[in-house]
């Protein structure tokens, strides 16, 4: 079976320019959750959605960051303008019930560079 | 709130050692506890987990077990490979609104040969 896959793996950008991660979760999964690592603060939760709805995003840093998911196969992380803070590796993760019983699965991430 | 709090990085030890990472936690109630493992340039995934308490979680020669009394869930390997050179999560799972996974923050683990 295919696991969650993102894309792209690895991104370079200028500061100021739009951003856009794409995920796409295991057939199934009604659990999306989209993370952020890095050296300094580990890895976030930035946000989950449940059936394609967003349950919890507190952990989007600010309004330049966004969230989607318009369909069970789909989900898109956006970061409009992006800033050199940005830099990190993003994580797309699916599961069937949150990970409270079955795991989360990970992508294997986009490395995100914004110079 | 619920928290998860790890021993600190980077562990780096001999092949054929023992291993502890220390993981405790805060929660109300009776979280299950999971143990995920990242290796160089991969996602997460789960290596193994407890759902109650005294139960032992164990895979791949890795164990831990919920100790409700202290509010731990310390991992063990008795020796480990280079190829466990990685990066060890800590999470319990928080139910509120459909549910998610609090991680700690990693501890690094390098095994030498």
């Known amino acids: 079976d295919a696991g969650v896959i993102q894309s792209p793996r690895h991104e370079v950008t200028e500061m100021g320019q739009e951003v856009t991660l794409r995920c796409k979760p295991i057939?199934?999964?009604?659990?999306l959750f989209w993370y952020r690592q890095t050296m300094m603060r580990g890895l976030e939760l930035l946000i989950y959605?449940?059936?394609?709805?967003?349950?919890?995003d507190s952990g989007m840093p600010e309004d330049r960051f966004s969230a989607k998911m318009p369909n069970a196969s789909f989900s898109t992380l956006k970061i409009q303008p992006s800033e050199p803070r940005d830099s990190a590796v993003y994580f797309c993760?699916?599961?069937?019930?949150?990970?409270?019983?079955?795991?989360?699965?990970f992508g294997d991430g986009t490395r995100l560079s914004i110079l | 709130g619920d928290s998860v709090t790890q021993m600190e990085g980077p562990v780096t030890l001999s092949e054929e050692a023992f291993l502890t990472i220390n993981c405790t936690y805060t929660?109300?109630?009776?979280?299950?506890l999971f143990w995920y493992v990242q290796y160089p340039g991969e996602g997460l995934q789960l290596l193994l987990k407890?759902?109650?308490?005294?139960d032992k979680g164990s895979n791949k020669g890795f164990e831990a077990t919920y100790r409700k009394e202290t509010t731990s869930f310390h991992l063990e390997k008795g020796s480990v490979q280079v190829s466990d050179s990685a990066v060890y999560f800590c999470?319990?799972?928080?139910?509120?609104?459909?549910?998610?996974?609090?991680f700690g923050q990693g501890t690094e683990l390098s095994v030498k040969p």
């Open positions: 993760a699916s599961s069937f019930d949150g990970g409270r019983n079955q795991p989360q699965h």
């Open positions: 057939s199934g999964h009604d659990y």
């Open positions: 959605f449940n059936n394609n709805v967003p349950i919890d």
């Open positions: 929660a109300t109630g009776y979280p299950s």
């Open positions: 407890a759902t109650k308490a005294d």
């Open positions: 999470a319990l799972f928080f139910y509120n609104q459909g549910g998610k996974l609090i």
